[in-house]
């Protein structure tokens, strides 16, 4: 298949990149499985943007570099903030549908961290609502095409120029090379190593992973975002039930068992501390208390607020038998956002002429060693729009024949590929988790590199890829260099907290780069 941009994943990077390309281009969409299994879906809080009269670009700004403890990028963040208010706006006019206030204007919430009432929602649906609008505007373009079920293997590099991409045909279980003159990689973030985690299935690092095995450098892979809140159960399901952070800047208090709060002991803000204080202080209480998880208390929420506010997380509670208007709601930390990913340039280039990335797969060194909050979908749309104008004044339309794509002939049993992929989520969680220490990552490091090595050589020489198989492949990479990435920050540092180094060390104020 040939098309001029090629685009992997769904998302609001995608989508929204694939919107900015003139209609004189072929745009191909392509996406592991259904079009909706995104994480932007699954975006309860909102996008943060100055809109306040008490706001400013300046305190956007500094909060957000205060957050990143040092490793945000300034030049990007002004970038990013400064475009925010123009693309929420065109958001809205793509037909987003915002809660706005009585006078007609965007109704602002408050997230932790955030110095002014910032966060621009569509209740707690926010993503979806973005995601239902996009969609609509690319079903409505003639030259957009989307196709599901469609797995990417492998970048085609030739002489530093990407062209093009090999893919698996899950419904028809056959290798296919899709050309193209610009891909752009967003696939979404690495929720999928870990236990727990409010991604959907489908974040194993794709992009990541591919990136990696061409040799393209990858940046800040230690710094996992675990967003404090999820909805404990007794058995949890594939994904966690995430409780947004705006439910905290409405009012909502974390208590323990007994009814005690206790995030004032850890820092000034409370329950409305950044998101790795939170994460981290649930994680100390329940291994001090034993408790399996502690509670968020909406009792100072009056029941309309909340039945209003978060119908979403008040019908989705309900089915579990929870009224959050009469009870605490059980929370348990799980794995969130990536704020590494693979390197690029405020343009979303990668080095690689073609190849660009934008959204959780990328690093354009905004959120540094910690991401504020709703500042994932606002990166996503800031970017996407500058690789989409950068990819096109440097389009090529030279066209190369691919090298040949080797596989094997064996395939792996599903039940394999299931023990192994539970191992890897265990071991993640276990020993790169929210606080970690030297002696469990070397462990993890041991565990994943034999199932590398096991793997290396079984994909060159004996198995033949499948949706399962291709998936695993890309969990084993990525989770490396996650492991690589936070032995070599010998601090604590944001995100990334370490029990043997618990102090930031001014030698690691840097990028950790993975290549």
Same mark, same amino acid.
């Given at each position: ?290 408790? %399996? ?164 050589? %079984? ?57």
């Amino acid at each position: 298949m040939d098309t001029d941009i090629l685009v992997v994943g769904t998302g609001i990077a995608g989508l929204f990149f694939s919107l900015k390309i003139p209609s004189k281009y072929k745009v191909t969409i392509v996406t592991k499985k259904g079009k909706e299994d995104t994480s932007t879906n699954l975006a309860q809080g909102g996008i943060a943007a100055v809109f306040a009269k008490d706001d400013s670009f300046e305190l956007h700004i500094r909060d957000t570099l205060r957050i990143g403890e040092g490793l945000s990028n300034p030049t990007g963040v002004e970038l990013m903030v400064k475009e925010a208010p123009r693309l929420v706006k065109e958001l809205h006019t793509l037909g987003t549908q915002f809660t706005l206030n009585e006078k007609g204007e965007f109704d602002l919430g408050r997230e932790a961290a955030h110095s002014r009432r910032r966060i621009v929602h569509a209740k707690d649906l926010t993503g979806k609502s973005i995601e239902n609008a996009l969609f609509k505007k690319v079903i409505e373009s003639e030259n957009i095409e989307i196709i599901e079920d469609r797995l990417a293997l492998d970048l085609a590099i030739l002489n530093n120029r990407c062209i093009g991409i090999w893919t698996l045909n899950s419904l028809k279980d056959k290798i296919e090379f899709i050309s193209s003159k610009v891909t752009l990689l967003a696939t979404g973030g690495v929720g999928g190593l870990y236990l727990y985690t409010t991604n959907p299935s489908v974040s194993t690092g794709d992009g990541i992973a591919m990136a990696k095995r061409c040799g393209i450098k990858v940046a800040n892979m230690e710094f996992i975002q675990f967003h404090p809140t999820s909805l404990y159960l007794e058995f949890p399901s594939e994904r966690s039930f995430l409780i947004s952070e705006s439910v905290r800047g409405e009012g909502a208090i974390l208590v323990l068992k007994n009814g005690k709060s206790f995030m004032k002991k850890y820092h000034p803000s409370g329950s409305l501390a950044p998101r790795d204080v939170v994460a981290r202080s649930i994680t100390k209480e329940l291994k001090m208390t034993g408790d %399996k998880c502690v509670y968020l208390n909406l009792s100072k929420i009056s029941p309309e607020r909340i039945i209003n506010r978060f119908p979403n997380i008040y019908n989705n509670c309900k089915a579990y038998g929870i009224d959050i208007t009469k009870q605490p709601i059980p929370c348990i930390p799980s794995a969130h956002y990536l704020c590494g990913g693979i390197l690029v340039d405020e343009n979303g280039f990668t080095g690689i002429d073609g190849l660009y990335a934008a959204g959780e797969t990328s690093c354009v060194g905004v959120h540094g060693a910690n991401r504020l909050a709703s500042n994932s979908l606002l990166e996503s749309i800031v970017f996407s729009e500058r690789a989409a104008y950068r990819s096109i004044n440097n389009i090529s339309n030279e066209r190369f024949q691919p090298p040949e794509y080797k596989t094997g002939k064996k395939t792996m049993q599903s039940k394999d590929i299931e023990a192994i992929r539970k191992k890897i989520k265990k071991t993640m969680w276990d020993k790169l988790g929210v606080i970690r220490n030297v002696r469990e990552m070397i462990d993890a490091e041991t565990e994943i590199s034999l199932l590398a090595k096991e793997f290396d050589t %079984k994909w060159e020489k004996e198995i033949k890829p499948t949706f399962e198989f291709s998936n695993l492949r890309n969990m084993i990479t990525v989770a490396r260099s996650i492991i690589t990435s936070a032995l070599k920050r010998k601090e604590s540092r944001g995100l990334h907290w370490v029990e043997d180094y618990p102090y930031k060390d001014p030698a690691y104020k840097r990028d950790t780069i993975d290549e």
